[in-house]
């Protein structure tokens, strides 16, 4: 879709623009809404990085929270900019990230302390290929293919563990990351098939009611939210397995996993 109007970061050079008209809102920030929408994948999990640090989590976990900041930074500046390299920025990230994900699911009943350094490479190999070949040709499709594979993996694993080998208490995390995370995957779709019906709608509004039609801005919202009570899921499933206490507590509207310490014996 080509560009309403060229401003401050120049011509379009991404391989995708979406549904928002380009600098519509301000000259410096080419699609607005879904720029600004990236807090949502931004500053939870900053703050589940203190608490994690706070906590004593294993540095797996850390870097679970670490990987959605940067796909959230990296979303902010693709949709700022709509430049090929920042969207590479925004992508990469997130089939690195989602195996980050996949190890500390999969790796959530091992030994503490413990390694498994074949699962590392597994998911390194598949990394590094997905990323030199998407660099190479550039293919949009081929990205949400290789990420749509790590999420389905990523939902496997979650339903293995949730409903067979983890905590009955963890169950309603997992539920919750996937409804949420699939009403992202709808407004997604919504927003890519019916874009010229959503923006005669938005046209008709009054200036107020139009954002909420930025439906790729909603679903940086919904994934955002749930790939952060996915981690959760995880950190809840592996410290439960430890004989740790977990809470679940609410900061403002942000849902909150904090691990307590051992259970009495």
């Known amino acids: 879709m080509a560009p309403s109007s060229v401003g401050y970061w120049g011509p ?31 500053l939870p999990p900053f703050i589940a990085i203190i608490h994690a640090l706070i906590d004593g989590l294993e540095r797996r976990y850390i870097a679970s929270y670490l990987s959605l900041l940067v796909v959230g930074v990296g979303s902010w500046f693709f ?4 430049l090929y390299e920042m969207q590479l920025f925004d992508e990469i990230p997130m089939i690195w990230g989602s195996c980050v994900f996949l190890y500390c699911m999969i790796e959530s009943h091992s030994p503490p302390k413990s390694h498994n350094y074949k699962l590392v490479l597994l998911l390194t190999f598949y990394a590094v290929v997905v990323t030199v070949v998407y660099v190479y040709v550039k293919w949009p499709i081929f990205h949400q293919i290789a990420y749509g594979i790590l999420v389905l993996w990523l939902a496997y694993t979650g339903v293995r563990l949730a409903f067979f080998k983890g905590s009955s208490s963890s169950k309603p995390l997992l539920l919750i990351s996937g409804f949420v995370y699939f009403m992202g995957f709808v407004v997604w779709n919504i927003d890519n098939i019916y874009c010229k019906d959503i923006r005669t709608l938005r046209s008709n509004l009054i200036g107020p009611l139009r954002p909420v039609t930025q439906l790729h801005a909603w679903w940086h919202v919904f994934a955002g939210f749930g790939t952060l009570i996915c981690v959760m899921f995880s950190v809840h499933v592996r410290y439960r397995h430890l004989k740790y206490k977990c809470q679940i507590k609410r900061l403002g509207l942000l849902p909150c996993l904090r691990v307590d310490g051992k259970e009495d014996v």
């Open 12 to 42: 379009t050079t991404s391989t995708l623009d979406w549904c928002e008209e380009n600098y519509f809102v301000t000259p410096y920030i080419a699609e607005f809404w879904n720029t600004v929408s990236n807090l949502c994948m931004i």
């Open 79 to 82: 949709h700022m900019t709509l």
